[in-house]
Nanobody
Framework: QVQLVESGGGLVQAGGSLRLSCAAS????????TGWFRQAPGKEREFVAA??????YYADSVKGRFTISRDNAKNTVYLQMNSLKPEDTAVYYC???????????????WGQGTQVTVSS
């Protein structure tokens, strides 16, 4: 099994920045893909970004503002969020799977989520 723990969420003003972390433990593998998803109240869960090795993919809504990266030595994936907007407010989840994908049913392991709130 793989355990994922998100951290770094909080309250930030519009235009500000946050960095989310996803720390993995258990039967981890360097070949796993890691995705970030978010869910706002009353809305469906949506894809944000994903990484496998050096391949990355971003949702159009966050391109140019968010950056996903990996530190293999720490078994941690990061989501750097800049130029935050109120519409970025959501619970952010990290997930791990065997391949890079943009749909949540392709991922096998999930963290508990971390709240990001952007004030206007």
């Amino acid at each position: 099994q793989v355990q994922l723990v998100e951290s770094g969420g909080g309250l930030v003003q519009a235009g500000g920045s946050l960095r989310l972390s996803c720390a993995a433990s258990g039967r981890t593998a360097s070949t796993y893909a890691t995705g970030w998803f978010r869910q706002a109240p009353g809305k469906e869960r949506e894809f944000v970004a994903a990484i496998r090795w050096w391949s990355t993919y971003y949702a159009d809504s966050v391109k140019g503002r968010f950056t996903i990266s990996r530190d293999n030595a720490k078994n941690t994936v990061y989501l750097q969020m800049n130029s935050l907007k109120p519409e970025d407010t959501a619970v952010y989840y990290c997930a791990a799977g065997f391949r890079l994908a943009t749909t949540d049913n392709e991922y096998n392991y999930w963290g508990q989520g971390t709240q990001v709130t952007v004030s206007s």
